[in-house]
């Protein structure tokens, strides 16, 4: 038996007190998610602000040149025309040819909007904003470079096969801001043996967090009720004299309960078996409880995948509703025959 190791990743720079005894290597952790939060708010004066390009030579957003020269400032970020203006051009049609060939909005009516009169303060102002955002993808690229090293540190938690088997493509439709390195799900399936990346609503950045704080050793848990007790998305039922006087989810700080229901906010119009699930329950319960039992839902399917080492499975919402459909007719004949009924199929219409 390995003995646990921690789980490197963005969740960690906010790691809870009570799993440091489980992590107690990142007890304190690289300011990671702070750095992506705070790099989010430098954009706002230059929107996309893009790579280290002269104005003078557009090419697509995100291409980098390896040979800058040294006297030229070097912009990393998202928007060419951005570091064109800081550069000194102002030629409203030179730096609308520098937009993304993915931009909406055409070149003429970009170099409509650029036309005007450059104040220093804001040009002052997008000059900092381009540095700051720079400086902090830096930053972010630092710590994924130190998440992939401490992900090659630590050994797999099952007998791992001298080559693993090659996973499935990414789930269709599936996108995730501020997402870890490619690596990360190759990394997060040799460690613990299952894909929980294949599990709809769940992304490599949220399974990060949930193996960040409960780890890969479900032993801790008996059984699935206790793991999602401690999740906080079991019910909690006051009762006296033995009748339930409320019932609800109690209040809590556990950053693996909230990963899940983020998976669950993020599957509820889709055509997946939870999708299905959370509208049923919607239906009947409200959006607020339909979202935590459906995190429930998801949580006892992790704990399953985790603890017996099960690939997981979709059988989409057709075959949930199907299965649902069956248990509903099962539930009434059970209780047509305690009542001393039998239930028979009505017949098909015959066309006349």
Same mark, same amino acid.
């Given at each position: 038996? @390995?003995?646990?190791?921690?789980?490197?990743?963005?969740?960690?720079?906010?790691?809870?007190?009570? /799993?440091?005894?489980?992590?107690?290597?990142?007890?304190?952790?690289?300011?990671?998610?702070?750095?992506?939060?705070?790099?989010?708010?430098?954009?706002?004066?230059?929107?996309?602000?893009?790579?280290?390009?002269?104005?003078?030579?557009?090419?697509?957003?995100?291409?980098?040149? !390896?040979?800058?020269?040294?006297?030229?400032?070097?912009?990393? /970020?998202?928007?060419?025309?951005?570091? *064109?203006? @800081?550069? *000194?051009?102002?030629?409203?049609?030179? +730096?609308?040819?520098?937009?993304?060939?993915? /931009? #909406?909005?055409?070149?003429?009516?970009?170099?409509?909007?650029?036309?005007?009169?450059?104040? =220093?303060?804001?040009?002052?102002?997008?000059?900092?904003?381009?540095?700051?955002?720079?400086?902090?993808?830096?930053?972010?690229?630092? /710590?994924?470079?130190?998440?992939?090293?401490?992900?090659?540190?630590?050994?797999?938690?099952?007998?791992?096969?001298?080559? +693993?088997?090659? +996973?499935?493509?990414?789930?269709?439709?599936? #996108?995730? =801001?501020?997402?870890?390195?490619?690596?990360?799900?190759?990394?997060?399936?040799?460690?613990?043996?299952?894909?929980?990346?294949?599990?709809?609503?769940?992304?490599?950045?949220?399974?990060?967090?949930?193996?960040?704080?409960?780890?890969?050793?479900?032993?801790?848990?008996?059984?699935?009720?206790?793991?999602?007790?401690?999740?906080?998305?079991?019910?909690?039922?006051?009762?006296?004299?033995?009748?339930?006087?409320?019932?609800?989810?109690? #209040?809590?700080?556990?950053?693996?309960?909230?990963?899940?229901?983020?998976?669950?906010?993020?599957?509820? !119009?889709?055509?997946?078996?939870?999708?299905?699930?959370?509208?049923? =329950?919607?239906?009947?319960?409200?959006?607020?409880?339909?979202?935590?039992?459906?995190?429930?839902?998801?949580?006892?399917?992790?704990?399953?995948?985790?603890?017996?080492?099960?690939?997981?499975?979709?059988?989409?919402?057709?075959?949930?509703?199907?299965?649902?459909?069956?248990?509903?007719?099962?539930?009434?004949? !059970? #209780?047509?025959?305690?009542?001393?009924?039998?239930?028979?199929?009505?017949?098909?219409?015959?066309?006349?």
């Amino acid at each position: 038996m @390995v003995a646990e190791a921690p789980l490197p990743g963005v969740a960690l720079c906010l790691l809870s007190p009570r /799993c440091r005894d489980v992590f107690p290597a990142h007890a304190a952790a690289p300011p990671c998610a702070t750095d992506s939060a705070s790099r989010t708010a430098h954009p706002a004066h230059a929107e996309g602000v893009a790579a280290d390009e002269h104005p003078a030579a557009p090419r697509p957003l995100g291409h980098h040149r !390896r040979d800058r020269p040294p006297d030229r400032p070097r912009y990393t /970020c998202t928007c060419a025309a951005s570091a *064109g203006v @800081v550069g *000194g051009e102002r030629d409203p049609l030179t +730096l609308a040819r520098l937009r993304h060939p993915s /931009c #909406k909005s055409t070149e003429e009516t970009i170099a409509k909007a650029l036309t005007g009169n450059w104040q =220093k303060e804001h040009l002052f102002v997008l000059r900092q904003s381009l540095e700051l955002f720079d400086f902090y993808t830096a930053q972010i690229e630092a /710590c994924n470079a130190e998440i992939e090293r401490c992900f090659a540190a630590i050994p797999p938690r099952w007998d791992a096969p001298a080559e +693993l088997p090659e +996973l499935p493509p990414v789930k269709r439709g599936s #996108k995730t =801001k501020n997402k870890p390195a490619d690596s990360t799900r190759a990394e997060l399936f040799r460690i613990t043996g299952v894909d929980l990346v294949a599990v709809d609503g769940i992304s490599a950045s949220l399974a990060q967090t949930i193996l960040s704080e409960v780890g890969t050793d479900m032993s801790r848990f008996p059984t699935e009720k206790h793991f999602c007790s401690w999740l906080g998305l079991a019910p909690h039922n006051d009762i006296s004299g033995g009748k339930v006087l409320r019932s609800r989810t109690l #209040k809590t700080d556990n950053r693996a309960g909230q990963a899940f229901r983020q998976a669950a906010a993020s599957v509820t !119009r889709s055509r997946s078996a939870f999708g299905a699930f959370y509208r049923r =329950k919607k239906a009947h319960l409200g959006p607020a409880q339909a979202l935590v039992a459906t995190a429930h839902k998801i949580a006892r399917t992790v704990y399953f995948m985790l603890k017996h080492k099960v690939a997981y499975h979709d059988i989409g919402a057709q075959g949930y509703e199907a299965a649902q459909r069956e248990r509903e007719l099962a539930a009434l004949q !059970r #209780k047509a025959a305690k009542l001393g009924f039998e239930l028979t199929p009505k017949a098909a219409p015959t066309e006349s």
